[in-house]
């Protein structure tokens, strides 16, 4: 089959990728683009593991074809963090509040808090915990998850 | 999965040309939340995928004097936030609000829901129960259905290789109806519903005027609870006629055994879930 040429522009930065089109969006940010953070865990897009926002909304990168993110601004948790050395509202309350054990679900936890921030900055401890219902933690049991999320509110 | 050519054409005269052409050669690809994991778990096999994801005419909510217009492309998550779904058919903003999570509602649409056919879905019975339409158009015409009649079977919706679904209608309703969608969800939030009711009625001096149900998962096909409708339309409203009418749906559901529970058990959820529902729209 034809590959297809496709331009992303990833945590601020222009790429053109060459890819055959069942590459999965995850699979494209990992290996084509070497941005590793992305995990993915289900392979079904219900955990969450995956998550990044396209054009300024949360996907399920699983279940993205990479040739459907043509065109697309897409941040992933490599481009949370403001700048070299310097942490991310959310990131630091992680670490403040103890949001994380393994980690493995957290790149995916700080993505989806992000997007929730940007649509909505003052949210309800009810709201983040209905957002947020799309990553899911074997470690933690959610608590310090929502509550470094809270804590990151208005910051 | 196996690879296959990826098309993005940017007329809807090339979709249907190409639909009309290669017919079971191809697939139509909207948000990809059912189709890819489909194509990865290869239950499904394309030789060629064309994405709609240029094709500015399928996509937007319209306010009509004949009701609701939601283009094929629009996303769940759309129609879940707009605030004037939300004021005049509530029941339809809740509907999508109830699927899985935040991030496949961003990416789900309104077509790509109904033509996934999963019987299992919350879409399709809040549309029975608003009576909505599909329109669907192919190179040779078009044609429109009630949505009740949309389903042949289990992820077989009734749609020709070489048509489209280009929008979904939610006729206009009567002024003081009310409306409520239940999803018995005894896993999780995000899950299928074990069984789900979305009753639409009017009720008037005690009588009830108009009255349309809609079942999901409760066999292979949404189902429209007519005979529990027939038991309450143009009657006055009381308990035991609730409790009758809620006890006629074990004749029309063939709910499955699964991990969600067996099927004896959800037909008497089904029954339980209706009463719920009929008490709050037709009480008070």
Same mark, same amino acid.
Request: proline residues 5%; contains cysteine; positive net charge.
């Given at each position: ?23 999965? %969006? ?5 290996? &084509?683009?070497?941005?590793?953070? #992305?995990? =993915? @865990?289900?392979?079904? $897009?219900i955990c969450g ?13 699983? %279940? ?5 993110? &043509?065109?697309?601004?897409?941040? #992933?948790? =490599? @481009?949370?963090?403001? $700048? ?28 989806a808090?992000?997007?929730l ?9 009810e709201e983040v915990r209905e957002w947020m219902m799309g990553n899911l ?5 959610y608590?310090?998850?929502i ?9 | ?99 899985a999570t935040v991030k496949i509602r ?82 999780t939030e995000d899950d ?93």
């Open positions: 089959m034809p590959k297809a040429d496709i331009r992303l522009k990833v945590n601020g930065k222009s790429h053109r990728v060459e890819v055959e089109p069942r590459r999965l %969006l995850v699979d494209c940010l990992r290996y &084509d683009l070497g941005l590793t953070g #992305t995990k =993915e @865990g289900c392979s079904m $897009g593991a995956c998550t990044v926002i396209m054009n300024g909304k949360t996907v399920a990168s699983c %279940l993205t074809l990479a040739v459907q993110a &043509d065109g697309a601004e897409i941040t #992933t948790i =490599e @481009g949370i963090a403001p $700048g070299e050395g310097k942490l991310h509202p959310l990131q630091q309350a992680f670490i403040d509040k103890g949001g994380f054990q393994c980690g493995i679900c957290t790149p995916g936890q700080i993505v808090a992000k997007a921030l940007d649509y909505n900055p003052k949210p309800t401890k933690c074997r470690c933690t049991g608590y310090k998850i509550d470094s999320i809270v804590a990151a509110i208005g910051k | 999965m196996r690879d296959f050519e990826y098309l993005t054409p940017n007329t809807l005269k090339e979709v249907l040309d190409i639909l009309d052409s290669k017919r079971d050669e191809v697939r139509v690809v909207a948000g990809g939340t059912s189709i890819v994991p489909m194509l990865k778990q290869r239950l499904v096999a394309a030789d060629t995928l064309v994405s709609l994801q240029n094709i500015k005419d399928l996509k937007g909510i319209r306010f009509a004097t004949d009701g609701l217009h939601l283009g094929a492309t629009t996303t769940h998550r759309e129609v879940e936030i707009s605030p004037q779904v939300k004021k005049e058919y509530p029941l339809i903003a809740e509907s999508y609000s109830k699927v961003n990416s789900a649409t309104v077509a790509g829901q109904l033509v996934q056919a999963d019987p299992y879905q919350d879409g399709a019975p809040c549309h029975i129960a608003m009576n909505s339409k599909v329109n669907i158009i192919s190179k040779g015409g078009k044609r429109t259905v009630d949505v009740e009649d949309f389903f042949a079977d289990y992820y077989m919706a009734k749609l020709e290789p070489n048509e489209l679904v280009s929008e979904v209608v939610v006729p206009k309703q009567p002024a003081n109806l009310k409306t409520v969608y239940l999803k018995f969800l005894p896993r299928y519903a074990t069984v789900s009711v979305a009753v639409a009625a009017a009720v008037e001096g005690g009588i009830c005027k108009h009255i349309r149900i809609g079942l999901g998962s409760v066999g292979a096909t949404p189902v429209r609870a007519t005979a529990a409708e027939k038991e309450l339309l143009g009657k006055k409203v009381t308990k035991d006629l609730i409790e009758k009418a809620a006890a006629t749906v074990k004749d029309q559901i063939s709910p499955l055994d699964d991990f969600r529970g067996s099927g004896a058990y959800k037909s008497d959820m089904a029954v339980v879930f209706l009463r719920r529902a009929l008490e709050k729209v037709l009480e008070g």
